[in-house]
T-cell receptor
Framework: DQQVKQNSPSLSVQEGRISILNCDYT??????FLWYKKYPAEGPTFLIS?????DKNEDGRFTVFLNKSAKHLSLHIVPSQPGDSAVYFC???????????FGKGTLLTVNP | DAGVIQSPRHEVTEMGQEVTLRCKPI?????LFWYRQTMMRGLELLIY????????DSGMPEDRFSAKMPNASFSTLKIQPSEPRDSAVYFC???????????????FGSGTRLTVV
C-alpha cells in the first residue's frame, strides 16, 4: 500500500511558466516532508523540505505547500527552467524512526 | 568527500545466479539505507542500518534478499538466486541526523542498474 502517492507520472510545462507537482499521503504519523530531484543515471538529491508545523517553505524558485487536513503537499517551481527537467520524488517521515517513504516520482519536462 | 560509492554501476546476470551489490557510505554517517527503484513502485526502502545494526528490514521482498554491514564503511546487498523481476536500480544512501537534520542528510549513491535475464 502506497503511503505516499504521486498520481501524475509526468508533467510538461513551458520555460518561464509555473510547474506544480502534487503529492498525497495517507499516514497521519508523517510529520516531515521532503522533495528530491533525480537526473538520469544519478542518485536523488535533496531539494526542499517542510515540517508539519508549517504550511509553506520557500527557497528561491522552489516553494513547498503543506495542507495537513487534506494530507496533501505540492511543489511549485517559478519560473521553470529547462534544467529543472528531472524526476521529482516526494518523501515523508514520522514517528520515532528515521526512514523516508518515497512516492513513485513525477517526470517534469520543461520545454524551451 | 567522494560521496556514497556504489559498485558495480551496471550488472547483467542470468536468472538463478547470485548477485552482490556494494556500497561505501560517507565517512561519519551512521545510517545506511538500501532502496530499490522500479517504475511500478517508485523508490522503496528495502532495509536500513544504524551504527552497522539492521533496524528495519520489513521492505526486503523475500528470503532471496540479504544485506550486511560488517563495518561502518561497507555494506552489501545480496540476491540469491536472482530472478528477472529483481531487475531494477538499487540505490544506497547514507545519512547522519547530527550533521544536517533538516534535510535528513540523505546522500544517495549513483545506483546499480541490475538486469536479470
Amino acid at each position: 500500500d502506497q503511503q505516499v502517492k504521486q498520481n501524475s507520472p509526468s508533467l510538461s510545462v513551458q520555460e518561464g511558466r509555473i510547474s506544480i507537482l502534487n503529492c498525497d499521503y495517507t499516514n497521519s504519523m508523517f510529520d516531515y516532508f521532503l522533495w528530491y530531484k533525480k537526473y538520469p543515471a544519478e542518485g536523488p538529491t535533496f531539494l526542499i523540505s517542510i515540517s508539519s508545523i508549517k504550511d509553506k517553505n520557500e527557497d528561491g524558485r522552489f516553494t513547498v505547500f503543506l495542507n495537513k487536513s487534506a494530507k496533501h503537499l505540492s511543489l511549485h517551481i517559478v519560473p521553470s527552467q529547462p534544467g529543472d527537467s528531472a524526476v521529482y520524488f516526494c518523501a515523508a517521515s514520522g514517528g520515532s524512526n528515521y526512514k523516508l517513504t518515497f512516492g513513485k516520482g513525477t517526470l517534469l519536462t520543461v520545454n524551451p | 568527500d567522494a560521496g556514497v560509492i556504489q559498485s558495480p554501476r551496471h550488472e547483467v546476470t542470468e536468472m538463478g545466479q547470485e548477485v552482490t551489490l556494494r556500497c561505501k557510505p560517507i565517512s561519519g554517517h551512521d545510517y545506511l539505507f538500501w532502496y530499490r527503484q522500479t517504475m511500478m513502485r517508485g523508490l522503496e526502502l528495502l532495509i536500513y542500518f544504524n551504527n552497522n545494526v539492521p533496524i528495519d528490514d520489513s521492505g526486503m521482498p523475500e528470503d532471496r534478499f540479504s544485506a550486511k554491514m560488517p563495518n561502518a564503511s561497507f555494506s552489501t546487498l545480496k540476491i540469491q538466486p536472482s530472478e528477472p523481476r529483481d531487475s531494477a536500480v538499487y540505490f544506497c544512501a547514507s545519512s547522519s541526523k547530527l550533521i544536517t537534520p533538516q534535510d535528513y542528510g540523505y546522500t544517495f549513491g549513483s545506483g546499480t542498474r541490475l538486469t536479470v535475464v
